[in-house]
């Protein structure tokens, strides 16, 4: 079975610091993994997507995340953080031919200080 | 922004009553999906659809049911609701259901079963 782990649910880092978000996965195949953000009382919207053709995946708002299958891992990382990126993310992975559920992580919160 | 609505948007009900979830959809996407978000569990998959009258059970669907009649819209009922089910209820929906696709995703339903 396919499970997201993400460590630590909250995150605080200070405007203009590096951003790194934990996530690791643990599939039996090759997964696919996404990026997802929330802002307070919205839905989720896609970050970016690892689906095998580059191990470093550029994603929008100046994220990015690197697939290792040695470490099991699809960190994500931001240089400077900035106070608008405060929101929650999600890990999540596709679910293999089984129509493109994704299975969650249970979320980071990250807090940006000024 | 993908088209997906959603409604009520916030809803207070009493613990035994039915309750009725919407989700709308103008973007003509084949697979629709219904997720519960709870604090430290992300989301959580409850049923999904691959077309009209095709349905099919996620990890958390004791409790609920779908149905779709129209492409476009995707119904999520509580047949007689729990306080368990108190949530915030999203959907989805994705343009093939294939393992890369994004999931675009509606604003949310809170729901609270007093």
């Known amino acids: 079975a396919q499970s997201v782990t993400q460590l630590g649910s909250h995150v605080s880092v200070s405007e203009g610091a590096l951003v790194l978000l934990r996530c690791n996965y643990s599939s039996s195949v090759p997964p696919y993994l996404f990026w997802y953000v929330q802002y307070p009382n919205q839905g989720l919207q896609l970050l970016l997507k690892?689906?095998?053709?580059?191990?470093l995946v550029k994603g929008i708002n100046g994220f990015e995340a690197e697939f290792k299958k040695s470490e099991t891992s699809f960190h994500l990382t931001k240089p400077s953080a900035h106070m608008s990126d405060a929101a929650e993310y999600f890990c999540a992975v596709s679910n293999q031919n089984q129509g493109g559920k994704l299975i969650f992580g249970q979320g980071t919160e990250l807090s940006v200080k000024p | 922004d993908a088209g997906i609505t959603q409604s009520p948007r916030h809803k207070v009900t009493e613990t035994g009553t039915p309750v009725t979830l919407r989700c709308h959809q103008t973007e003509n996407h084949r697979y629709m999906y219904w997720y519960r978000q709870d604090p430290g569990h992300g989301l959580r998959l409850i049923h999904y659809s691959y077309g009209v009258k095709d349905t099919d059970k996620g990890e958390v669907s004791d409790g609920y049911s779908v149905s779709r009649s129209k492409t476009e819209d995707f119904l999520l009922t509580l047949e007689s609701a729990t306080s368990s089910q108190t949530s915030v209820y999203f959907c989805?929906?994705?343009?093939?259901?294939?393992?890369?696709?994004?999931?675009?995703f509606g604003p949310g339903t809170r729901l609270t079963v007093l």
């Open positions: 989805a929906i994705s343009l093939a259901g294939a393992n890369t696709d994004t999931q675009y």
């Open positions: 690892y689906t095998s053709a580059a191990t």
